[in-house]
């Protein structure tokens, strides 16, 4: 166990350091100067000059991104090029959002998924491609459509925090986090149901039945443990993606999340928050994985971390 920890840690660590000199490099290619965001229109060459010179902007990139990443092991990503708050400080404000979204997303995906790719494979029906099909942006809007401007149960847009109103705040995130979850019901409604065919014929699934098990206890109790090994690494990759991917539905439903923090950081040249935003979001892809390995031991006690199947 403290060996594959130690080996996870260093391919972590490795990844996260390309990501960020792909990532700090890419930025700086973008069209665009910073200092002129920073000063505005009407700044002249002296007050640009002095902007450059202030934030680093003339040094060569190594100089910059090693003088950024000895900060940022410190906790200090920087500050905001356009609000100049701390990069750490907006994305304490704007996470949490996505975070929410994200989980309500994952449970109303499982609780779709996981009946429906079962019944699936046991009636080898199709139904999981339904959802590929329907488009995020799509599905938004008819929901709006039809929920909010026509039937009036919902708020159309906007945001409540948490803490402040809970009701108010699911009233607003349940569209949201139902186009999500759709979308990745759809993708793991298939693979649960794939799984499951696969675990179906296996060997013990008919000595089971042989027994004289009910069907719902093969089902259930032998089949399913076994089936969703796969569909845990793949809700580790579409919840990684979730942190990062939200973009349309954050912006369709006005919600002040992390996809929005990113694409407006884009737009305004806005160097520190990219770097920051893309390392945390990283960062949680490498945590999100190491806890889908660990979950596998839980799932099927013989699989070992590290690799192998005891008895193997």
């Known amino acids: 166990m403290t060996e594959f920890l130690v080996r996870r840690a260093f391919i972590s660590a490795v990844t996260l350091i390309l990501i960020s000199l792909i990532v700090f490099t890419g930025v700086r290619m973008i069209p665009g100067d910073p200092a002129r965001v920073m000063a505005g229109t009407d700044a002249d060459a002296a007050g640009l000059e002095e902007i450059r010179a202030k934030y680093g902007l003339n040094d060569p990139i190594p100089v910059q991104y090693l003088r950024w990443a000895g900060l940022a092991l410190q906790g200090d990503l920087g500050r905001s090029i356009r609000t100049r708050d701390p990069v750490m400080t907006t994305v304490a404000r704007k996470l949490p959002i996505t975070v929410e979204l994200a989980c309500l997303s994952v449970l109303i995906a499982l609780a779709l998924a996981i009946p429906a790719g079962v019944l699936a494979a046991?009636?080898?029906?199709?139904?999981?491609?339904?959802?590929?099909?329907?488009?995020?942006?799509?599905?938004?809007?008819?929901?709006?459509?039809?929920?909010?401007?026509?039937?009036?149960?919902?708020?159309?847009?906007g945001f409540v925090p948490l803490f402040e109103d809970p009701v108010a705040n699911v009233k607003r995130m349940l569209m949201p986090a139902l186009v999500l979850g759709t979308a990745l019901a759809a993708v793991l409604m298939r693979q649960t149901r794939n799984a499951m065919i696969e675990v179906l014929s296996a060997d013990y699934?008919?000595?089971?039945?042989?027994k004289g098990l009910a069907g719902f206890a093969v089902v259930v109790r032998h089949a399913l443990r076994n089936a969703l090994i796969p569909v845990v690494t793949i809700l580790g990759l579409?919840?990684?993606a979730l942190m990062g991917g939200a973009v349309v539905t954050e912006s369709i439903f006005v919600l002040p999340g992390f996809g929005r923090l990113i694409v407006e950081a884009v737009f305004t040249r806005d160097y520190p928050v990219v770097?920051?935003?893309?390392?945390?979001?990283?960062?949680?892809?490498?945590?999100?994985n190491l806890l889908v390995d660990i979950s596998y031991t839980v799932l099927n006690p013989r699989i070992r971390i590290g690799g192998g199947v005891d008895g193997a």
Do not use: D, K
């Not at 995020?136 to 929901?143: D, Q, R, V």
């Not at 709006?144 to 401007?149: D, E």
């Not at 699934?205 to 042989?210: E, L, Q």
């Open 205 to 210: 699934i008919r000595t089971a039945r042989s």
């Open 275 to 288: 770097q920051g935003v893309v390392l945390i979001t990283a960062s949680s892809y490498v945590l999100i």
């Open 122 to 157: 046991v009636r080898r029906n199709t139904a999981s491609l339904c959802g590929v099909s329907i488009p995020n942006f799509w599905l938004g809007i008819m929901l709006i459509l039809l929920v909010s401007v026509r039937l009036g149960w919902l708020p159309a847009s």
């Open 238 to 240: 579409q919840m990684g």
